[in-house]
T-cell receptor, first 112, second 114 residues
Framework: NAGVTQTPKFQVLKTGQSMTLQCAQD?????MSWYRQDPGMGLRLIHY???????DQGEVPNGYNVSRSTTEDFPLRLLSAAPSQTSVYFC???????????FGPGTRLTVT | AQSVAQPEDQVNVAEGNPLTVKCTYS??????LFWYVQYPNRGLQFLLK??????LVKGSYGFEAEFNKSQTSFHLKKPSALVSDSALYFC????????????FGSGTKLNVKP
């Protein structure tokens, strides 16, 4: 049981490039979410999903897209990277929002 | 608007002493509150939650939290700190209107000195 996995662990992008952060969970959780963590600001919700085919925006969705084609996978796409998107990104999952979330190890992204 | 405040960036405590990490919240409706801990270069780990019931909630690793509705607070406590408790602690609240959204505090770094 691997829990929540994220790839890559580190990534450096140039401004304007696009990329996809991968997230997968093997716990059959319906609820999945993406957060960004910035110093002094805690975690902020980017997008979330309550099941395959259902996604919605969180607090800071601009510049990011998501899709949920399977229960297991919830990739986050950066359409055109900007330096303001330099951050640590965490994916999380839970049975449903009433329960605790399980977090992945994070992806540290730097945009130059 | 929903929000969580952790007024202390850092808390220092000696090993064996009690510790408190403070959290206040603002949410419409009944609050669902959580505490998470983050060790260096790791994801967050769940400690405990309050949904309803007793105001004193017990969680993992000997931590507990006290819910106070009148003061809109949910402080994390432990009777006797360990050096291994040194980490970053986050309080979180579920959105009172959209139950699928969560708001996290800015985090409090706990330093436990031997």
């Amino acid at each position: 049981n691997a829990g929540v996995t994220q790839t890559p662990k580190f990534q450096v992008l140039k401004t304007g490039q696009s990329m996809t952060l991968q997230c997968a969970q093997d716990m059959n959780h319906e609820y999945m979410s993406w957060y960004r963590q910035d110093p002094g600001m805690g975690l902020r919700l980017i997008h979330y999903s309550v099941g395959a085919g259902i996604t919605d925006q969180g607090e800071v969705p601009n510049g990011y897209n998501v899709s949920r084609s399977t229960t297991e996978d919830f990739p986050l796409r950066l359409l055109s990277a900007a330096p303001s998107q330099t951050s640590v990104y965490f994916c999380a999952s839970s049975v449903d929002p009433n329960y605790e979330q399980y977090f992945g190890p994070g992806t540290r992204l730097t945009v130059t | 608007a929903q929000s969580v405040a952790q007024p202390e960036d850092q808390v220092n405590v000696a090993e064996g002493n009690p510790l408190t990490v403070k959290c206040t919240y603002s949410v419409s409706g009944n609050p669902y509150l959580f505490w998470y801990v983050q060790y260096p270069n790791r994801g967050l780990q769940f400690l405990l939650k309050y949904i309803t019931g007793d105001n004193l909630v017990k969680g993992s690793y000997g931590f507990e939290a006290e819910f106070n509705k009148s003061q809109t607070s949910f402080h994390l406590k432990k009777p006797s700190a360990l050096v291994s408790d040194s980490a970053l602690y986050f309080c979180a609240v579920r959105d009172g209107g959209d139950f699928n959204k969560f708001y996290f505090g800015s985090g409090t770094k706990l330093n436990v000195k031997p």
